[in-house]
């Protein structure tokens, strides 16, 4: 949420931008017209990545405002496709695997049977897996200009977790997606909505999972380049914890320009937006796959499916082998990747 009280209008938000890139005076112009609700191009322009949240020196939350205004105005379009895309994600077949009584859930959201081969192996033993449209959080509304729908949504979907989460006896739900993390772990709070069980994210599984497992891990000595999904800039202080990951799998992050803060959209998102040419798309996704090459990455990693569905053969046709990071792990963990690192096998 917007703070407004913390906001001194410096502009920094419009300044770092990537995608706005505003000079300092029009940034802090513009952004004035924000809060005080008067028209101005940021509603139109804004792709929705989040990042303004973490570029904020005071902890204003400055997209929460920008996407606020964004609904309230109707100014940001995106396409009948996208629209029709999301609305179909709610009413998709829901289903609950049931794993051993007491081991953790695992929430696939909507987006666990979008790569094959990748919900495999022993990370996933005994899980109880819940996915389909009431395990869905809807936080990419967000990035249609509707952040009011992920709060009309949020309790519910807190409840159908928590009711399963009570069927098998566990206190403790696995995030496969970062966008149900946001919402468990962030958006929840500022709802008001108590979340009866502790979420947890699949970085921070797969980190305790190595931990524990540390004389089975084949180090795989790999320079990669990560793609940061948007949402996860709700919850940043998990990056650390993604750090401790990588070195324990002996993988190098090469320090990039556009990674961290300053991670870009893997261009499904800016994909949505009805006035955003496919050329532009292509531009940012191709900024963004070349930065890790020409810092030195031989992969290319994401924590997201969709964001790998964006970039994976982009990424293979620049020598930058695709992988998801469950795959990643699991190849530490030695076991073999049969529908490739990425969920699909390049000829
Ligand atoms: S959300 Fe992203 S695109 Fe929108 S203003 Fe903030 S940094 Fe720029
Ligand atoms: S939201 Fe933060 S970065 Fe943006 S103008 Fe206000 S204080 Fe500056």
Redesign the pocket.
């Known amino acids: 949420m917007f703070d407004e009280e913390k906001c001194t209008l410096c502009g920094h ?2 300044v ?5 890139a505003y000079p300092e005076k029009k940034a802090k112009i513009e952004f004035k017209k924000l809060i005080e609700g008067k028209p101005t191009p ?1 509603t139109t ?9 973490t ?1 904020c020196p005071e902890g204003a939350n ?2 929460d405002l ?2 606020q205004r964004q609904e309230e105005t109707g100014t940001f379009k995106v396409t009948d496709q996208a629209l029709s895309n999301m609305s179909m994600a709610s009413q998709l077949p829901s289903k609950v695997l049931k794993g051993q009584l007491g081991k953790p859930i695992m929430n696939l959201c909507t987006v666990g049977d979008f790569l094959s081969g990748v919900i495999e192996g022993q990370l996933f033993d005994g899980l109880t897996f819940t996915k389909g449209g009431d395990y869905f959080c809807y936080i990419g509304w967000i990035h249609l200009g509707k952040p009011s729908k992920v709060k009309e949504n949020a309790a519910k979907f807190v409840n159908n977790l928590t009711k399963v989460a009570n069927d098998v006896g566990t206190k403790e739900v696995i995030c496969f997606h970062d966008d149900c993390y946001a919402l468990l772990a962030n958006k929840a709070k500022e709802y008001g909505i108590r979340v009866p069980f502790k979420p947890v994210h699949i970085i921070e599984y797969m980190r305790d999972y190595c931990k524990a497992h540390a004389d089975d891990i084949k180090k795989l000595n790999m320079k990669i380049s990560y793609q940061q999904p948007c949402a996860s800039r709700y919850t940043f202080n998990k990056d650390e914890m993604l750090d401790e990951l990588f070195k324990l799998i002996d993988v190098e992050r090469v320090p990039r320009k556009y990674d961290k803060m300053y991670a870009l ?1 893997c261009g499904g998102t800016q994909g949505a937006i009805a006035n955003v040419t496919k050329e532009e798309v292509e531009k940012w996704r191709m900024k963004n796959i070349m930065d890790g090459k020409e810092h030195g990455a031989e992969a290319m990693v994401f924590l997201c499916p969709l964001c790998t569905l964006s970039l994976r053969s982009r990424a293979k046709a620049q020598d930058l082998e695709p992988y998801l990071l469950s795959n990643l792990v699991r190849l530490a963990l030695g076991e073999e990747l049969t529908v490739g690192g990425a969920g699909k096998k390049f000829s």
């Open positions: 938000c419009l770092e931008c990537a995608y706005l940021v322009e804004c792709i929705t990545c989040c990042a303004c949240n570029y400055p997209f920008i996407n959209c």
